[in-house]
């Protein structure tokens, strides 16, 4: 625990003196490679730790970023304000969203929430008066001091920080404990008096709340939305950064973006078929390593230890 | 304690518990046999919310409980375990029991406090009564077949029952480790006072512990006596005990 720690703190130093030396261009993928962690692993409470499919995660993302920038760029509130509005918009839609689907079980689930997410991505494609549509939001006003990269990019990394520890603390509170029983076991956790929708309800709208986070620091580091950001392909990209990672493992969905989103920016350079590349690793780890990379090392060097999520 | 009058339950045209009766006294042993088929998880099914009857009551403490899902049954004080091991795979076999203990003191929807420790107390003691303290932070995956049974009960008495139902507690075991069972099961009866209803196909095992017990055959009821009434009983000669030769 204690390594964990020391390997934790030399990490965030390492980050926050990234932009230091880096070229402008790479401390924005940086920001980039952080929220989208941010969003990987928010995905992962929901389907890492309780088990439910939750096949649409970038919907909430996308809502989370729409809300903020609808906010800064239609209204005079405070920039704040903004940035708080869009995470809680996701959540609500996490919510209602979930009181529709949680009927359904597994697979089901899954399914009604791509076709639900879809309907909002249309909404999203199509209203142009409003969301502008297919060309999405650009130009968004923000202030001035997270309004440079470097700033942007402290913004991010403090949010992300502070967002890690949130859901660390969520996972190993007895709600988290009892969310994974569930995911193990919905039958027996409902035998020993657990509501077990209730419980899976409560973590969509925690996931989607921090899936809206990681929406609205896309706004800060990009400036601009567009509604690709929910398509579900995107979706399915956050589901793999998961699988890549180790879903059961806090940390793994943060390997597995940061691989993913590296994979990209890198090997797209070189040949637009860098997805092929991500198909070919993407195959080898589930053979492989079925726990995904971070579970792999986790078992491999704290055996004992290593299944535990 | 526990009551069932003709309860009635049939999937597509097959009625799987037709007209089972059964009443399960406060602090007794009550055991529910029958061949295979006869019904028996099915009833048990009934009684712990997991399907609800077509017809028939089912009371417990003089209340109604039939189509109660099993989240508020166990928090009237019926808990059970299963044929099949129904655990927390990934968890350790501490966190199993605490599970079931923060459930109980509703404690599950504490988001910001740290689970680690909650309940250790109470979890320990559960571990030591059934012999799993040993093995408590081993992932209960890894444990042993009869260990995980045995951990079966252990998660049920986090929810500190009143009527604890085991269904088929020794299935699959070793010989030595069903004696261990015989022994949990007596021990959380003498000495914890517990109500128990289980069924089992160990012949030997029933006629040991059981003060009571109720047959069933077709899903029907033949009869319910103390352990004499049963053996003498013609009709359960006939349909069950000489027929297929197990006791």
Known sequence: ?309 | MLRVESVVKSFGGFKAVNGANLEVGAGEIVAVIGPNGAGKTTLFHLITGHLSPDSGRILFKDREIAGLPPHVLCRMGITRSFQVVNIFQRLTVFENVQIAVLSRERKTFRIFSAVQGMAAEEVHSILRNVGLYEQRDVESDLLSHGDQKVLEIAVALGGKPELLILDEPTAGMAPEETERCIRLIRKLSDEFGLTILFCEHDMGLVFEIAKRIMVMVRGGTVVQGSREEVRRNREVQDAYLGETGEC
Not at chain 1, 39 to 51: E, K, P, V, W
Not at chain 1, 56 to 72: D, E, P, R, S, W
């Open chain 1, 1 to 309: 625990m204690k390594k964990t720690h020391v390997a934790l703190f030399l990490l965030l130093a390492a980050l926050c003196s990234l932009p230091l030396f880096l070229p402008r261009f790479y401390t924005y993928i940086a920001a980039i490679v952080l929220l989208t962690a941010l969003l990987a692993t928010s995905l992962n409470l929901a389907i890492g730790y309780g088990g439910i499919y939750q096949f649409h995660h970038a919907v909430f993302y996308g809502i989370g970023a729409y809300g903020t920038a609808l906010m800064l760029t239609r209204t005079p509130m405070p920039a704040a304000l903004g940035l708080l509005v869009g995470p809680l918009v996701s959540a609500l839609l996490s919510l209602v969203m979930g009181v529709i689907c949680i009927r359904l079980s597994k697979l089901y689930f899954g399914m009604l929430q791509i076709s639900l997410g879809s309907l909002v991505w249309a909404t999203v494609y199509r209203w142009y008066s409003f969301t502008g549509g297919d060309d999405g939001i650009h130009g968004i006003p923000l202030p001035d001091r997270i309004a440079t990269p470097d700033g942007a990019y402290y913004y991010t990394l403090a949010v992300t920080a502070l967002c890690f520890f949130a859901m660390h603390r969520i996972v190993g509170s007895p709600f988290g404990k009892t969310l994974q029983g569930i995911r193990d076991n919905p039958v027996r956790s409902s035998a020993i008096g657990v509501h077990v929708k209730a419980h899976q309800l409560v973590a969509l709208v925690i996931a989607g709340l921090f899936g809206g986070v990681a929406g609205s620091l896309f706004v800060v580091v990009n400036n601009s939305v567009f509604p690709d950001m929910m398509f579900w392909t995107f979706s399915l990209e956050v589901l793999i950064m998961c699988l890549l990672g180790g879903m059961y493992t806090f940390f793994g969905p943060l390997a597995g973006a940061s691989i993913l989103v590296l994979l990209r920016v890198f090997v797209s350079v070189y040949t637009q078929y860098w997805s092929l590349l991500l198909g070919a690793i993407l195959t080898l780890v589930i053979i492989f390593l079925p726990d995904g990379v971070l579970g792999y090392a986790v078992r491999r060097f704290r055996p004992g230890e290593g299944r535990r999520a």
